[in-house]
C-alpha cells in the first residue's frame, strides 16, 4: 500500500456541526412530527391539529390550544439547548415531559425553515416569528390568533439534497404520520387529534377526547379490532425484584390480521421494546396459532429510576432494569388472559 502523510485534523465550521446534528434528530418528516406533537403535549393541549403536504418534505404544520410562549422567549425559542423543560441534571429523574434537551426545535431550523405563531393567556393578539439555523431573523410581527401555538417546517432538507432524493424516492412519509398520530391519540384519550393532507377536504386521522379508552381504539383503529379487544392489568410491587403497572388492551382468537400492531408506551413515552413484543408473539403463536398477529396497546409505569430516558434523541427503543422479570410478567398475565378467554369460547361452543 502506498503510504501518505497523515491529514490535518481541523475544527469544523460550527454551521456544518450543528447540520450534522440536526439532520440526527430529525431524520425523517415523521420524526419532526413526532418532537412536534410532543412539545404541545407538553404544553397541555387538548386539542392538536397537524397538516402535512408533500409526504411532510413541502410543510409541516402542527397547531396547538395549549399554553403558549412568551413574548421575551421567542428570541431564543430555536437556539440549541434553550428549554422550559429542565434547569438541573438531577431533573432528569423525575422529569415528567416529553422533552428536555431543547433541541428539536433548534435542530428544525437547521434543515428546515420553521415559522412559530403563538399566543399566551390573556393576550390580544399573538406575534409570529421565523428562524433559520437557531436564530430568529426579525422581530416577531404582531399578528391575528386564537390560543396556543402553530408551528410550521416548510421545505424540510432544503439543504441537505442527498436526504431530499431519497425520501423523495421512498415511498412518503404521510401513512408514518397517520401511524404515529393514531398511536398517540389512543394514549392521550383526553386530546383530540386529527391529520390531514393538504388540499384534502376530509381528516385521515380524527380522535375525539373521552374517558374510555376502548372509545378512543375504536374511533382510531374501527370497531373491528376494538369489538375484539380484551384488558389486561399488572401490578407488581416487589422491590426485591420488580415494582411496575401495566394496563392494556390485547386482541383475542376473533382478530386476525397480517402483521401484528404494537404500541407500546413506557412512561408515557412512544417507545419500542423488542424484547417485550417477540415475547408476546411467542405467546400468541403458542396459545391463538390462528390469531398469532395480535392487536396490542400496552402501557407501562415504572418508577422513574429505572428507565433512562436520556438515551439518544432518536433512539426509541428502550432497555429498562429488571426487563427480564417485567417481560416474563407481562407474558404469563397475557397467556392466562388468552387461555381463560379461549376456555370460555370453546365451553360456548360445545353448548
Ligand atoms: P424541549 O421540548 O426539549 O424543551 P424543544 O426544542 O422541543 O425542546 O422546544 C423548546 C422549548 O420551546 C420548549 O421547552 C417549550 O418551552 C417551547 N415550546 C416548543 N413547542 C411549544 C408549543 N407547542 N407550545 C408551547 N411551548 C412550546
Ligand atoms: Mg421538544
Same mark, same amino acid.
Given at each position: 500500500p502506498t503510504h501518505r502523510e497523515p491529514p490535518r485534523i481541523h475544527r469544523l465550521d460550527e454551521a456544518v456541526v450543528n447540520r450534522i446534528a440536526a439532520g440526527e434528530v430529525i431524520q425523517r418528516p415523521v420524526s419532526a412530527v413526532k418532537e412536534l406533537l410532543e412539545n404541545s403535549i407538553d404544553a397541555d393541549s387538548s386539542s392538536i391539529s397537524v397538516l402535512v403536504k408533500d409526504g411532510g418534505l413541502k410543510l409541516i404544520q402542527v397547531s396547538d390550544d395549549g399554553h403558549g410562549i412568551r413574548y421575551e422567549d421567542l428570541p431564543i425559542l430555536c437556539e440549541r439547548h434553550t428549554t422550559s423543560k429542565l434547569s438541573k441534571?438531577?431533573? =432528569?429523574?423525575?422529569?415528567?415531559?416529553? +422533552?428536555?434537551?431543547?433541541?428539536?426545535?433548534?435542530?428544525?431550523?437547521?434543515?428546515?425553515?420553521?415559522?412559530?405563531?403563538?399566543?399566551?393567556?390573556?393576550? =390580544?393578539?399573538?406575534?409570529? &416569528?421565523?428562524?433559520?439555523?437557531?436564530?430568529? #431573523?426579525?422581530?416577531?410581527? *404582531? !399578528? *391575528?390568533?386564537?390560543? +396556543?401555538?402553530? /408551528?410550521?417546517?416548510?421545505? =424540510?432538507?432544503?439543504?441537505?439534497? &442527498?436526504?431530499?432524493?431519497?425520501?423523495?424516492?421512498?415511498?412518503?412519509?404521510?401513512?408514518? $404520520?397517520?401511524? =404515529?398520530? !393514531?398511536?398517540?391519540?389512543? %394514549? %392521550?384519550?383526553s386530546v383530540n387529534f386529527s391529520c390531514r393532507k393538504h388540499g384534502a377536504a376530509r381528516a385521515d386521522v380524527h380522535s375525539v377526547a373521552t374517558s374510555s379508552r376502548l372509545d378512543a381504539i375504536r374511533s382510531v383503529y374501527g370497531v373491528s379490532?376494538?369489538?375484539?379487544?380484551?384488558?389486561? #392489568?399488572?401490578?407488581?410491587?416487589?422491590?426485591?425484584?420488580?415494582?411496575?403497572?401495566?394496563?392494556?388492551? $390485547?386482541?383475542?382468537?376473533?382478530? $386476525?390480521?397480517?402483521? /401484528?400492531?404494537?404500541?407500546?408506551?413506557?412512561?408515557?413515552?412512544?417507545?419500542? !421494546? +423488542? &424484547?417485550?413484543?417477540?415475547?408476546?408473539? $411467542?405467546?400468541? *403463536? &403458542?396459545?391463538?396459532?390462528?390469531?398469532?398477529?395480535?392487536?396490542?396497546?400496552?402501557?407501562?409505569?415504572?418508577?422513574?429510576?429505572?428507565?433512562?430516558?436520556?438515551?439518544?434523541p432518536t433512539k426509541r427503543e428502550v432497555s429498562l432494569l429488571n426487563q427480564e422479570v417485567i417481560i416474563e410478567k407481562i407474558q404469563s398475565a397475557i397467556e392466562s388472559k388468552l387461555r381463560n378467554s379461549n376456555d370460555s369460547r370453546s365451553f360456548q361452543e360445545q353448548r
Open positions: 441534571f438531577e431533573d =432528569l429523574l423525575s422529569i415528567k415531559s416529553m +422533552g428536555f434537551r431543547g433541541e428539536a426545535l433548534a435542530s428544525m431550523t437547521y434543515v428546515g425553515h420553521v415559522t412559530v405563531t403563538t399566543i399566551t393567556k390573556g393576550q =390580544l393578539h399573538g406575534y409570529r &416569528a421565523t428562524y433559520k439555523d437557531g436564530v430568529m #431573523e426579525h422581530e416577531p410581527k *404582531a !399578528c *391575528a390568533a386564537v390560543k +396556543g401555538t402553530q /408551528i410550521m417546517i416548510e421545505n =424540510l432538507f432544503y439543504n441537505m439534497s &442527498a436526504r431530499r432524493k431519497t425520501l423523495q424516492n421512498s415511498a412518503d412519509d404521510y401513512p408514518k $404520520i397517520v401511524d =404515529l398520530i !393514531c398511536r398517540f391519540a389512543i %394514549h %392521550h384519550i379490532v376494538a369489538q375484539n379487544l380484551m384488558e389486561v #392489568e399488572v401490578s407488581e410491587d416487589d422491590p426485591s425484584s420488580s415494582i411496575f403497572e401495566m394496563d392494556g388492551f $390485547i386482541s383475542n382468537s376473533n382478530y $386476525i390480521a397480517k402483521k /401484528i400492531t404494537m404500541v407500546l408506551f413506557i412512561n408515557d413515552r412512544l417507545v419500542e !421494546c +423488542g &424484547a417485550l413484543k417477540r415475547a408476546i408473539e $411467542i405467546v400468541y *403463536a &403458542a396459545t391463538l396459532p390462528k390469531a398469532s398477529k395480535p392487536f396490542i396497546y400496552m402501557s407501562i409505569k415504572l418508577p422513574p429510576e429505572h428507565i433512562d430516558v436520556n438515551v439518544h
